[in-house]
């Protein structure tokens, strides 16, 4: 500990024990507990309470009767804990019998304190950080802590009762640590009486015919077994899984979602996944005891088990499908999808039972889309994967959904009026449906989804997150729809559906609803990034009102949908695929150039997200070298910087540097020996090849918008310019022209230009700076050093030990007001 | 006090004049009273008709007269042929409520719901005899007025020389092609009526406000309830002291123009007649409205015209509000609105003036004060413009491309006519169907071929099933009635079992020209009692918290209210034969014997028995109550809740031994 921060310790000490000192917040306490964390870590604590004696007079002062408020209670009992984790400091807490009083009957836990659930809190967390080693274990059995423990499983605060389980589990694998570690054949009869207790602990609770106790002790050996993989787990697991499978034949089954946690736990568990200790069995019998909702988790958790019998993985995998057997079951689909759902022989359930009201069958069904979903990408998804009846009942659920079923059966009809016009499901399904785009599905079904994806874009019932999750799915099916042999454009199906999907695309653009406006540009813009160098796409896109629709959405009164149209107008005029101005129906004649448009969103637009969409439509049209824009770079750089500049803004000037950037690498070009085939330009003869390179760079006033980046007051975008000028110092640095030494006072007068703009005087321009004169002052200038700054959090001053105790005194106004810390 | 009417049997009864949902008109008669339910026309019977044009339209006039299929063409100026659909050429008429099933003179009130359920009201108002009063809210007076004032003035100003009648004849109507053919007791189809009529018609109505209850006759209470559908529509709670029945016409739960609906109050009915449900149950409005604003933008930009055929007011308000805010985003700021009809200005101005009568957010604006509706903003920037006819000053500012708002949606009369002869030809223009009365595809017919586009985004805001059986868990009603189309899944989409009324018992279905018994049982009926009479009552308590008193006196009933006087004074016999007999009809006042209550405890009784000296006692229970056998004497004792025998041979001694006996265990007062 420095010595600035021993001297002010005792005065926080003897603020935190005075009952009439309001401590400032626990954020603080949490703050000086991290600290103490850091030194205990690092050195011994022992040292640390003789070097700092106010320490232990705060802990003793602890014990005294008084009006204490519970978070500095609760802050003394994890100090003293986290002091304790030392053996030596422990023996040393012990010889003044302080622990025992902090910890035992004495202490808070028989007085009126106790009520405060942090102090219940801050004695479990000070336990658990005491206990490290044997004589703590030794302390916690004489002071009776683990009964107390017990008890509080049940708090009535949720964290108070999660710690004490997870106390329970460390105190029970510290008590292993030693004797069952070195034998694993030591049976539980032999363990430690601490060990023996809690497993006796946790055996009565699993008899109990009280569910929270039950979810108690199903929590602690789920934590167990998660954390814990030495060989003693697996004698636990013998010894208490009669007592789990008990649990089944009860009905209903008492906590069930806690069982699931824990038989997956086990099942990962590597001790006990490979040994034959029943696992397996349990799982199955557990599968078809438990109720469809509670059996879904448990069977996605076995489905994702890396090793695993087939048998169980099969019956998993039936459990997890049931609910779409169902529904492919009530609308009397073909018979072979049905089978190939149903293949393992799993009594076939109704509707009725498996759906029987709207809240359950919505609640099932998103849940199993949604297992499904994270399943399918799995390299251990069952296989043969079943792609086509999954596309069936997909479809399905989304034709009920939207009405469009027609179901024949009474079960089928009741399934209907549950779900249609339901959003959730709809969502659930349609990310389902997404998803499955992954796998190929025979030409029926996939007309079928690409039907059913159109009645949804079509549709003016759908709402606009569900008409979002339809575009998406309805991107991702395109994109995996095979592609027309010799040539890269949508296949012939594909191409079909666009025709039809075009006519509805200018729909969407004129809804009233902003959210529908912003995924149809999004959608646009995916699909011409895609597909906009296709003659069929373009063909289509050409003859449909969409471009100019697009355009005409810059002047949205959405922010967000002017920045997707503004991306999306990047992309058509990047494609060629912007309509022509001054047709004769547009009599209007002189049409607005582009290019214009969008800076004049850039300078006006009052919202960041157009500001922002315009700078990264130009710094891909600089990449792409686009006609508007390689007509006259220079200018168009130079414009660009100068607006981008005064933005407020940051990203939109972090966007400038990257513009900056492209600019930059284009006009000095890549270092040659990064393309060793690349036609070198001629270097341009002396005098001066450097001065010849940069002078562009100049023209465009690059550096000053460097230079100004580099002082901004956000830091990631003085991080990009110093890595800017960085790059651009080491181009430099291969060139060997003159030094341009000749121009010293103009370099001197920027540089002090440059440390007025870094003390926030930013007002006066640098002017057209030569060549020569930037070199210099880029190779003087300390940029390794800036970045190092950059690097370190801005709050690195203010997250120092010695500013927190300032602060805390300061609060109470116990430090002078000249020495406060007011940042 | 109450009277318990034990045997009375249901005297409810529904007359359902009526067959169409929306456009209900029952006569329900409850206790002394007859109450009209609504008088909605169904107008659906004009699209039978050729339009009306308002200028000579040469399309219409050259249309091929119809013959039969053996070519006979007696009919030919009757019935004119169009696109394969046959239209009698002639003044449209109406299809009016039954008047044959019920005497319509004997009609006490008619309570009103909203404006689109009183169109008929001139019918039956003024031909039937009618001399009762008619109840409505203030906007429903005045808007309803409006619908009718637009309704004569279309037809009016277009006059026909011909009236075909010749194919009505029954013989002759069974020859006619679909729908002609199927069209109902065509036979009473009247022209529309007069101004006069109307005029007639609204006196006779007066106005009510929401929660004010209305006392029928002393026999019943009526009340209106916000129910949320448009400006001034309500519900009605119809009740006596022990029934009540709710009303159910035309409510909404969307958040539009009108005050939200009074659910709390339909608590308790006995019965819920719920009627004027959407008549689009598959449509979202929300999404409908979208869909409105989407097609609009989209024609208009490409130079196109749109025609939005509607009636003068309702959701024409809720449009406007949603165009107000969207044009601008839509970049349409420049494209003029145009509102056609002979009462725009008035339905306009009207809007503005209810304030009480809007939703909570309108009202606020009142105070700030701002007025409700932002048309007004449109009007007075020039972005809105109302004229009562196309004629005049609508000519010389029309301005194209233009949306027009103007009526009627049957496209069988008013301006809508002439805007679709004129833009019917340009696959431009679209024609924009909001109003849910009619089938668009019918609506079209006369027009075909037709080039312009058409879009059909009906906005219906009343209730649709889902919030219908939400309402029907929340009040839940004992009994719900209702017409038959809403007990099944509408016909073409037979499986959705969510598109009906899902209720338990289930609802009573009725169709036109039906009359339902109502399935409650009238059980009690208040009466009061006289002060002094009650002052001679002497309480006994015969229970902690229950006394009783007997009473004699005499029961008067007038005006459907009954009192308990005291009986007159038995007045001495002064001789005289007149008076004797008088004194005959007063009753008999003389000391009754003391009433008994409680029960006997069968097992007490017996050890009773004991007491006195009876043995052999046996003790049967049956299904009543229990049986004392006194073997010995030959004798038996029947104990029921509500009676007690003592059946034995001619020993009146022992008979009233046990009399005693029993008495003992009872309580007299």
């Avoid at chain 1, 690409?450 to 019932?461: H, I, K, M, N, Q």
């Avoid at chain 1, 002090?752 to 210099?776: F, I, K, N």
């Avoid at chain 2, 509706?373 to 020039?382: D, G, R, V, W, Y």
Wanted: aromatic share 6%.
């Amino acid at each position: 500990m420095d010595p600035e921060c021993s001297q002010l310790l005792p005065a926080l000490c003897s603020v935190l024990a005075d009952p009439r000192q309001p401590v400032a917040d626990d954020t603080c306490l949490e703050k000086l507990l991290d600290w103490f964390k850091t030194i205990t870590e690092a050195g011994s604590s022992l040292l640390l309470l003789q070097e700092n004696p106010c320490l232990l007079g705060l802990l003793c002062h602890m014990l005294k009767p008084q009006d204490l408020s519970p978070r500095v209670l609760a802050f003394s009992l994890r100090l003293a804990g986290m002091l304790a984790a030392q053996e030596d400091c422990f023996q040393y807490l012990q010889q003044g019998e302080l622990l025992p009083r902090l910890f035992g009957e004495a202490g808070p836990l028989g007085g009126a304190a106790w009520t405060a659930p942090s102090v219940r809190s801050g004695w479990i967390q000070g336990l658990r950080s005491l206990a490290r080693h044997p004589s703590a274990l030794c302390f916690l059995a004489d002071c009776g802590a683990v009964d107390t423990i017990f008890s509080l499983q049940g708090d009535s605060s949720l964290f108070v009762a999660s710690a004490a389980g997870q106390l329970l589990v460390h105190i029970l694998g510290l008590s292993l640590q030693g004797p069952a570690e070195g034998h694993p054949g030591l049976q539980t009869g032999d363990w430690p009486v601490c060990a023996q207790k809690i497993v006796s602990h946790i055996e009565e609770s699993l008899r109990s015919a009280a569910t929270p106790q039950i979810t108690q002790a199903l929590n602690v050996l789920t934590t167990t077994f998660g954390h814990c993989h030495s060989p003693w787990t697996q004698v636990l697991w013998v010894r208490l899984s009669p007592l789990v499978a008990c649990l089944l034949e009860k009905d209903p089954v008492p906590a069930a979602h806690s069982l699931v946690d824990l038989l997956l736990s086990v099942a990962r568990s590597p001790v006990l996944s490979s040994s034959s200790c029943g696992l397996w069995e349990t799982l199955a019998q557990t599968l078809s005891h438990l109720s469809p909702t509670q059996a879904g988790p448990l069977a996605l958790g076995i489905l994702k088990l890396q090793e695993c019998p087939q048998a169980l993985r099969a019956q998993a995998f039936a459990v997890l499908l049931q609910p779409l057997t169902c529904v492919l079951e009530a609308t009397a689909q073909a018979p072979g999808l049905l089978d190939s759902l149903d293949g393992t022989g799993g009594a076939s359930v109704t509707v009725d039972t498996l759906l029987p009201s709207k809240a359950a069958c919505v609640g099932l069904l998103c849940r199993t889309l949604a297992h499904l979903e994270l399943l399918q990408p799995l390299p251990q998804r069952p296989s043969p994967w079943p792609q086509a009846p999954l596309l069936g009942a997909t479809v399905t659920i989304l034709r009920l959904c939207s009405g469009s079923a027609t179901p024949t059966s009474d079960a089928g009809g009741h399934l209907c009026a549950f779900l249609v016009g339901c959003v959730r499901v709809q969502r659930a399904a349609l990310d389902f449906l997404g998803t499955l785009s992954q796998g190929t599905g025979p030409r029926e079904l996939v007309t079928q989804v690409f039907a059913v994806l159109l009645e949804y874009l079509t549709s003016p019932d759908s709402s606009p997150t569900v008409l979002k999750k339809a575009f998406q799915a309805t991107f991702r099916w395109l994109q995996s729809s095979p592609e027309t042999p010799g040539c890269s454009d949508l296949d012939p199906h594909a191409q079909l559906f666009l025709r039809e999907l075009l006519p509805v695309l200018p729909k969407r653009l004129c809804s009233p609803c902003w959210e529908v406006r912003d995924s149809g540009l999004e959608f646009l813009t995916q699909m011409i990034g895609r597909w906009g160098g296709q003659a069929g796409f373009r063909r289509a896109l050409l003859a449909s009102e969409v471009p100019e629709l697009t355009e005409q959405l810059l002047r949205d009164p959405e922010s967000y949908v002017r920045a997707s149209a503004v991306a999306a107008t990047g992309q058509l005029s990047s494609q060629g695929l912007r309509v022509t101005p001054a047709s004769p129906e547009h009599p209007g004649g002189q049409q607005k150039s582009l290019l214009a448009e969008l800076l004049h969103i850039l300078s006006t637009d009052s919202e960041g997200f157009p500001r922002r969409a315009v700078m990264h439509v130009f710094t891909q049209w600089l990449r792409d070298g686009h006609a508007d824009v390689a007509g006259d770079t220079e200018r168009f750089v130079a414009r660009v910087l100068q607006v981008a500049s005064q933005d407020l803004d940051w990203e939109v000037r972090a966007q400038g540097l990257e513009l900056a950037l492209v600019f930059l690498e284009q006009t000095l070009g890549r270092p040659s020996s990064h393309c060793p085939y690349a036609v070198t330009p001629p270097v341009a003869a002396p005098p001066s090849p450097l001065a010849q390179a940069l002078r562009p760079l100049c023209r465009v006033q690059l550096f000053e918008f460097a230079f100004r980046a580099l002082f901004d007051c956000d830091r990631p975008v003085a991080q990009k310019s110093c890595d800017l000028l960085l790059f651009l110092r080491a181009q430099t640095a291969s060139y060997s022209g003159p030094q341009g030494s000749g121009n010293v006072p103009e370099v001197a007068s920027v540089e002090a230009a440059l440390q007025r703009w870094q003390a926030g005087d930013q007002g006066q321009p640098l002017g057209y700076l030569e060549p020569e004169v930037v070199v210099a002052v880029l190779r003087s200038m300390d940029l390794e050093g800036l970045r190092g700054a950059l690097a370190e959090s801005s709050d690195r001053v203010e997250k120092s030990p010695q500013s927190l105790l300032q602060d805390m005194l300061a609060t109470v106004g116990a430090l002078g007001e000249d020495e406060a810390d007011c940042y | 006090m109450c009277l318990v009417l034990s045997n009375q049997k249901s005297n409810m009864k529904l007359y359902c004049l009526s067959g169409h949902p929306t456009l209900p008109c029952n006569v329900l008669k409850f206790k002394s009273t007859t109450i009209m339910l609504d008088c909605g026309l169904d107008m659906t019977s004009t699209l039978n008709f050729l339009p009306l044009p308002l200028v000579q339209s040469p399309r219409l006039s050259n249309l091929p007269g119809w013959s039969l299929k053996d070519g006979n063409a007696f009919l030919d100026k009757e019935l004119k042929e169009c696109s394969g659909h046959v239209f009698v050429d002639s003044v449209p008429e109406f299809c009016l409520p039954e008047t044959e099933l019920i005497d319509l003179s004997t009609v006490d009130v008619i309570l009103i719901s909203n404006y689109h359920c009183m169109m008929a009201l001139p019918y039956i108002t003024e031909h039937t005899g009618f001399t009762g009063t008619v109840y409505a809210t203030e906007p429903t007076v005045q808007i309803g007025r409006l619908l009718m004032e637009e309704l004569v003035n279309f037809i009016e100003r277009v006059p026909k020389a011909q009236s075909a009648s010749l194919w009505k004849n029954k013989d002759i109507q069974r020859l006619l092609p679909s729908p002609l053919k199927d069209a109902v007791e065509v036979s009473t189809w009247r022209r529309c009526y007069t101004m006069q009529e109307v005029n007639s018609a609204l006196s006779k109505i007066q106005l009510v406000g929401y929660s004010q209850k209305i006392e029928l006759f002393g026999a019943v209470q009526v009340t209106p309830l916000s129910s949320g559908y448009a400006l001034g529509s309500s519900n009605w709670i119809i009740q006596s002291h022990y029934e009540k029945v709710s009303y159910v016409s035309g409510s909404s739960l969307l958040t539009t123009h009108p005050q939200p609906m009074d659910q709390a109050s339909l608590k308790n009915s006995d019965v819920l007649v719920l009627t004027g449900l959407t008549q689009i149950p598959t449509a979202n409005p929300d999404g409908m409205v979208g869909e409105f604003c989407s097609n609009l933008a989209l024609t208009v930009r490409n130079g196109g015209n749109v025609l939005v055929p509607c009636y003068p007011s309702g959701v024409i308000y809720d449009l406007l509000e949603c165009l107000y805010q969207y044009i601008d985003s839509a970049g349409l700021s420049n494209i003029p609105f145009y509102f056609i009809s002979p009462v725009a200005n008035s339905s306009l101005e009207f809007s503005q003036i209810f304030a009480e009568w809007l939703c909570h957010n309108k009202q606020t604006k009142v105070y700030l004060p701002e007025p409700p509706f932002p048309h007004a903003e449109l009007i007075q920037t020039n972005k809105l413009k109302h004229y009562p006819s196309l004629h005049g000053d609508f000519s010389s500012d029309f301005r194209q491309p233009c949306v027009v708002f103007t009526g009627h949606p049957s496209l069988r009369f008013g301006d809508v006519v002439h805007f679709m002869e004129l833009w019917g030809k340009s696959s431009l223009n679209t024609v924009i169907f909001t109003e849910p009365d009619f089938s668009y595809l019918e609506a079209l017919a006369p027009y075909q071929p037709l080039a312009m586009k058409c879009i059909y985004c009906p906005i219906d805001t009343r209730l649709n099933f889902i919030q219908v059986s939400k309402l029907l868990k929340e009040v839940q009603p004992l009994h719900v009635v209702c017409p038959e189309q809403y007990t099944q899944p509408p016909p073409a989409q037979s499986h959705r079992m969510d598109l009906m009324i899902d209720c338990q018992p289930p609802a009573m279905s009725y169709r036109r020209a039906e009359v339902l018994a109502l399935p409650f049982k009238r059980r009690y009926e208040k009466i009061e009692i006289m002060p002094e009479l009650a002052d001679s009552l002497v309480p006994m308590e015969i229970k902690p918290g229950i006394s009783l008193a007997t009473v004699s006196a005499v029961l008067h009933t007038k005006d459907n209210k009954h009192v308990l006087q005291p009986p007159p004074r038995p007045t001495q016999p002064t001789g005289g034969k007149k008076r004797k007999r008088a004194s005959d009809d007063i009753p008999d006042c003389k000391v009754l014997k003391p009433l008994l209550s409680g029960s006997i405890p069968v097992e007490q009784f017996v050890q009773a028995l004991e007491k006195h000296g009876f043995s052999d006692i046996k003790v049967e229970d049956t299904a009543k109550g229990h049986i004392v056998l006194l073997q010995e004497a030959e004798t038996l004792i029947q104990i029921e809740e509500d009676s007690t025998h003592i059946i034995c041979d001619n020993d009146e001694m022992l008979r009233v031994r046990l009399r005693d006996l029993v008495l003992k265990f009872l309580q007299k007062f």
